[in-house]
């Protein structure tokens, strides 16, 4: 295996002999190969396309399939066999519709092998394909800092099409990237417009999103929410999916369970339709790298949708289920049927029969549900106090967290923001700052927490109106940007942000293995994109641009 798509990749150069993540090397080469085959997919699809022939069922199982290479989603074999197979039938289905003549194109003709075994040899055979087959490391590094944004564009497309958002534009451009891959003629240039595409296609799909999500469930509101237990039985829910969420409280209604959300669940408590449910009552823990740590201590079962589950421990391996594309060996799968319905009993019964929180404890509340809605519905006040002088500047603290070393920068970074800056957050990076007592300024919350990750189409639609309501552009604000990475979902949101044009973006905790130097100097040179440094130094060079 060889592996370098996250930030906590080994060394800092990436993951050979077992990812940090948990990832053993026979996942990662059963995902290599689920990559090479979806190229040949996507080929035969284009194809396929050009002669009239479009079927949705693959569009769909084509995003789903990139957006279970991500990390931190699926750990499981049998599933990836089950991907592969299901990639290699539809890619043969494909190519007769499309008639397409036969080449000696791998992609286009590799069998999988038939049992679990032979397809796990089979795929170390082509680990990490991808990373021998162009040597000059500028152009192999920006080719896969498109792949890995797109990996993020499909997460998001995945979410945003659960909830019947779907975009033929963007299924279609899924298609011509992952081919793309397996063109060598492409060059430096070519890949720096196709990562650009990748942003441009990421805001397409997060509006999608962002459109399935308000439209289902209403616009946020600003919220309280508890963070200490209620009496009574307990389920917690980490990941991200609010149709999951929204299944499981209207199955537990009147049964004595109380629902909480983990990790980048916490912003799902401003939504009205899921506000509703009284037993819907509060959050547990913090970030997903903390969840070995933090899970035990629940007195419920667990469940994982989306992404960010680790290796479950003893304490929570019987107790833990997932659902959609997360999967790990051996846990238990609730699967949707033929209309998306989930039946939760096996975990509501789990539930019932542990014994849940014997009392009520009061640990504090934080606020979440600033959305753009609730912003720009206060669009006015803001924007007199930025120009009366009261409100220097808006600091958007953004993206993942991580175990690494280096993610303190973000919570000193806010902790020493002077009391007339606004703090905007979004992302599970909020937990290492999400219940400081940051107080208000002229009424309002210094802390405005946007919502997840899958939420970040908010920001630039806030930053948008802003410009707007100041008459000048987005770089023109009293705006920084510092954004914190780990995985591809991050890619894609730094992607769109590059696309957008923005400027003076401060990235850390490190820079990716995968960026060549050149390209970032180009990145720099273009946008000024520059590595995060000390919080005082950051802080001075911010306001120094005011």
């Avoid at 989306?306 to 999967?327: E, M, S």
């Avoid at 600033?370 to 206060?378: D, E, K, M, R």
């Avoid at 939420?455 to 930053?463: C, E, K, L, M, W």
């Avoid at 309501?469 to 894609?492: M, R």
Wanted: with cysteine; proline share 6%.
């Amino acid at each position: 295996m060889f592996c370098w798509q996250c930030e906590q990749t080994r060394n800092g150069t990436g993951c050979e002999a077992g990812g940090v993540c948990g990832k053993k090397p026979e996942v990662a080469d059963l995902q290599d190969l689920l990559r090479l085959i979806l190229t040949g997919l996507s080929k035969a699809a284009l194809a396929a396309r050009a002669k009239g022939h479009v079927d949705n069922e693959i569009d769909r199982f084509t995003i789903g399939a990139v957006f279970s290479t991500i990390t931190n989603v699926d750990f499981d074999p049998p599933r990836f066999q089950e991907l592969i197979n299901k990639a290699a039938a539809y890619r043969d289905q494909l190519k007769q519709k499309a008639d397409m003549p036969e080449c000696d194109c791998e992609e286009m003709n590799l069998k999988p092998a038939e049992t679990l075994d032979s397809l796990i040899k089979q795929a170390a055979d082509h680990s990490a394909y991808w990373h021998k087959d162009l040597p000059e490391a500028a152009t192999l590094g920006l080719r896969e800092t498109a792949v890995y944004g797109l990996k993020g564009l499909c997460a998001y497309a995945d979410h945003a099409s659960v909830l019947g958002q779907e975009d033929e534009n963007l299924f279609k451009f899924v298609y011509e990237c992952l081919a793309a891959t397996r063109d060598k003629s492409l060059t430096l240039d070519d890949w720096l417009a196709m990562a650009l595409k990748v942003g441009e296609m990421n805001v397409l799909a997060m509006k999608l999103l962002d459109d399935g999500n308000t439209g289902a469930y209403g616009h946020p509101v600003p919220t309280k929410v508890p963070l200490g237990p209620k009496t009574g039985k307990a389920i917690v829910v980490s990941g991200h999916d609010l149709k999951d969420l929204k299944m499981l409280l209207e199955q537990t209604k009147g049964k004595g369970i109380n629902i909480y959300t983990h990790g980048e669940m916490l912003p799902t408590h401003g939504y009205p339709e899921l506000k509703k449910y009284p037993h819907f009552h509060g959050h547990f823990g913090t970030a997903w790298q903390h969840q070995t740590a933090e899970l035990p201590e629940f007195p419920g079962p667990v469940l994982f949708t989306t992404n960010c589950i680790q290796r479950p421990g003893p304490a929570t391996g019987d107790r833990t289920f997932t659902t959609g594309l997360v999967g790990w060996p051996g846990m238990p799968q609730i699967k949707a049927d033929s209309k998306g319905h989930k039946d939760f009993t096996p975990i509501i019964e789990k539930a019932l029969s542990m014994p849940g929180y014997d009392m009520d404890e009061d640990k504090g509340e934080v606020m979440v549900g600033f959305g753009h809605n609730a912003v720009l519905s206060v669009a006015d006040k803001v924007v007199e106090l930025v120009k009366s002088g009261k409100i220097k500047r808006f600091i958007l603290v953004g993206g993942c967290d991580g175990a690494k070393p280096g993610r303190n920068y973000y919570t000193e970074l806010v902790d020493k923001a002077p009391q007339d800056t606004i703090i905007l957050t979004l992302a599970c990076g909020k937990f290492r700052f999400f219940d400081h007592k940051l107080g208000e300024f002229e009424g309002l919350p210094r802390l405005l927490d946007i919502g997840q990750c899958n939420d970040a189409y908010s920001a630039v639609i806030i930053a948008q109106a802003l410009a707007k309501a100041f008459d000048c552009e987005i770089n023109d604000l009293p705006l920084s940007l510092v954004l914190s990475w780990y995985e591809q979902k991050a890619c894609a949101v730094l992607l769109s942000l590059l696309y957008l044009g923005i400027k003076n973006m401060r990235l850390g905790p490190t820079l990716p293995a995968f960026i060549h130097p050149d390209v970032l100097n180009v990145l720099h040179e273009k946008l000024n994109l520059t590595p995060i440094g000390t919080p005082e130094d950051d802080l001075k060079a911010m306001f120094a641009q005011s």
